[in-house]
């Protein structure tokens, strides 16, 4: 008798363990982890055409490096109002960072920005970051901090 309700708490006490597991894994997948992503607008300088908008730069045809050549994370969105490629800033501590973004094989341009780390983030986005400035070289480009933005100007 004393062998059966032991059996029959104990497999009461798993069940309860198997699903408070199960309620503690994360799912991100409907969270949007907009504070860590930088924007950068592609412009041809003659036309005043975005080139994420009209189909001349894709996903495809965009790679992005960072300072230690490894390629970055980003993302290009062509449906919204002002088209642009999304790079992901991802960090540990406060740092500068460096891109190299190719476009195609017709032009490139690298950026180079000091981030600082704002907050502990959470699971799904990571850390919260802030930009605390942002060079251009290699393109004109009007820079916008505040909203985490870019306008390059592409010849």
Same mark, same amino acid.
């Given at each position: 008798?004393?062998?059966?309700? #032991?059996? /029959?708490?104990?497999?009461?006490?798993?069940?309860?363990? =198997?699903?408070?597991?199960?309620?503690?894994?994360?799912?991100?997948?409907?969270?949007?982890?907009?504070?860590?992503?930088?924007?950068?607008?592609?412009?041809?300088?003659?036309?005043?055409?975005? /080139?994420?908008?009209?189909?001349? @730069?894709?996903? %495809?045809?965009? !790679? +992005?490096?960072?300072?230690?050549?490894?390629?970055?994370?980003?993302?290009?969105?062509?449906? =919204?109002?002002?088209?642009?490629?999304?790079?992901?800033?991802? +960090? /540990?501590? %406060?740092?500068?960072?460096? @891109?190299?973004?190719? /476009?195609?094989?017709?032009?490139?341009? #690298?950026?180079?920005?000091?981030?600082?780390?704002?907050?502990?983030?959470?699971?799904?986005?990571?850390?919260? !970051?802030?930009?605390?400035? +942002? %060079?251009? %070289?290699?393109? !004109?480009?009007? +820079?916008?901090?505040?909203?985490? #933005?870019?306008?390059?100007?592409?010849?």
């Amino acid at each position: 008798m004393y062998k059966t309700i #032991t059996v /029959l708490l104990l497999s009461l006490f798993l069940v309860q363990c =198997e699903s408070s597991t199960e309620s503690t894994t994360t799912d991100c997948s409907a969270e949007t982890c907009l504070s860590n992503n930088f924007k950068m607008i592609i412009i041809d300088e003659a036309s005043g055409a975005n /080139l994420i908008e009209n189909g001349t @730069y894709t996903a %495809s045809n965009i !790679t +992005i490096f960072d300072e230690d050549s490894m390629n970055a994370a980003f993302s290009v969105n062509a449906t =919204e109002e002002t088209p642009g490629i999304y790079l992901s800033i991802d +960090i /540990l501590e %406060s740092q500068e960072k460096s @891109y190299t973004v190719n /476009l195609k094989t017709d032009a490139f341009f #690298t950026m180079d920005m000091f981030i600082e780390k704002t907050g502990e983030g959470s699971v799904c986005c990571g850390i919260d !970051t802030e930009i605390d400035s +942002i %060079s251009v %070289s290699g393109s !004109t480009s009007e +820079i916008d901090i505040a909203n985490k #933005t870019v306008t390059v100007f592409i010849l």
